[in-house]
């Protein structure tokens, strides 16, 4: 092999991984370093939070075939759960298992190879009018450049970036790429009028950025490993399913050309989606990359993946079924609201919903670790703090461009990962009325603004209601954090609920009472408010707390 095109930088051995330890100090680590401290690690420490789950999900890919190839593939449930007890027991992952596993593919995971770079193309090229784009293509928080005034980096600092950097961003561009047009390379039988357009019905984004990702979070990264490792599910099995293979496994690397609907036998294939067709270019010395060239890879829809997707909640959707003419609703992924705490859209989570399961697989997961009774509080979990932790970007412009990322940790009990924990539908419910309850105090605002002289609708009416909305929003979030993170399996559900209720009303009336207190408003003034007839400041205070007593039952 001439030395021009030596394979360089492995991701086995080279550290590429930033980590948070256990004494809050920070490492980079190679990934097979990575299995080996797991126990010591807190978390990644990424260029983006939303690195973390893909990144996470490499690794959880590694882990799955690992122990795959040592163990017998046809292991029953029984088996299964044996193994997974015996490692959590140990602590720590076996490191000749995983090594073994490593050094096997140790081929495949140079970032720089002529024949199999790692989750790219080998020669990949444009068809015409470029050689490559601009390395700043591939980061997610660097602007266009119209837009780079408003950008904490440097413009200079992007002529090139180091290869772990690299790295890192390319596992997160397999997940969450934008969508948008691409321009076409050597070999893509998909070209319209010179350009790559997003294929109709399928995803145009990454994989990640049309799903709701959620993971469970342990006290360390073996722990989290370990709680997010579905080995079955149901009727479904997840562990040495036949054929589900990571890409660094397959005979051949991916070619050219789009693939509009892969075969995905199971998570592997699933946690590695190869959703673009990557090749990233170095300078002369190999030392930094430059650009890359990126166009569209493995197509898939988001309908009825959830026997292969585990970190998602599902919903059913009956405008697809009619949509697409199929004789059974579909079941499509529950997305993340940027605008909204991870404890507002707890219900899809953390609840079955008339006696289907539409939760994440990774939350039913540790519930069939707790019945089997494999999983309990123990002082190796230290009570088991577990929390829910939910990551995402969001798009816009016809999901071409990154609008915000969304990164949310919740803390909660593990009873919380059981359907019948009554806590569940508590905390959903309270949920609930307190939406209800933040809505009759902005609709108070608004027409309190309204006696005021503003238009009952849109200006500053509209204004202040949707102000109000979010200071409450704001002020609320620690109570419910704390309050969830307390909600333990002693405590009195009814008991706790009403205090936790009564918490929210008191907060709400206070907010409430301050705007007024600061408000214009006389006393005496009046004005039409439409179809809420003739509305004056007592009249507003009225409807507020009527509205405001029924949606919290007081």
Known sequence: MNEDVKPIWNLIDRPWLPCVCDDGGGKSLSLRNLFHEAPHIRSFAGDLPQQSVALLRLALAVLYRAYALRYDGDMNERDLREMWSYTWQQGRFDTEIIDEYLDGFHDRFYLIHPTRPFYQVPGLSYAAGKDMDAVGEMIADVPKPDKFLFSMRSQKALDGIDLAQAARWLVFLQAFDTAGIKSPVVGNTHVNKGKVYAPKGAIGTGWLGAVGPVFVEGGNLFETLMLNWCLYGGQTRMFGVPDDLPPWELDEPAGDDLDMHPSLHGPVGMMTLQSRRIRLIPDADRTRIIGLVDCYGDIVTPINKDDVETM??????????????????????????????????????????????????V????????????????????????????QGMTYGTQSSVYETGIDDTLALDMAFLRKDYPAIDAVTKLVSATDDAVRALANYVQNLRVVAGDKSSGGPAQSAADQIREETYGRLDG??????????????????????????????????????????????????????????????RRLFYGALNKALKR
């Open 312 to 361: 998602t909640a599902w919903r059913e959707s009956p405008a697809q079924q009619k949509k697409l003419g199929l004789s059974t609703t579909p079941l499509m992924p529950v997305t993340h609201n940027a605008g909204r705490a991870l404890w507002r859209g707890l219900a899809p989570i953390l609840e079955v919903d008339g006696g289907k399961d539409r939760r994440p697989a």
């Open 479 to 540: 109570l419910f954090r704390d309050r969830i993170a307390g909600f333990t399996p002693d405590e009195d559900v009814e008991s706790y609920g009403n205090a936790w209720r009564d918490e929210v009303y008191r907060t709400i009336v206070a907010i409430g009472r301050n705007y007024e207190d600061d408000d214009d408003v006389s006393a005496f003034s009046q004005r039409d408010a439409g179809r809420m007839g003739t509305m004056n400041a007592d009249r507003a």
């Open 363 to 390: 939350i039913r997961w540790v519930e069939t670790l707790q019945e089997a009774k494999v999983l309990e509080k123990d002082a190796h979990m230290l009570s088991l703090g577990l929390s829910i932790h939910a």
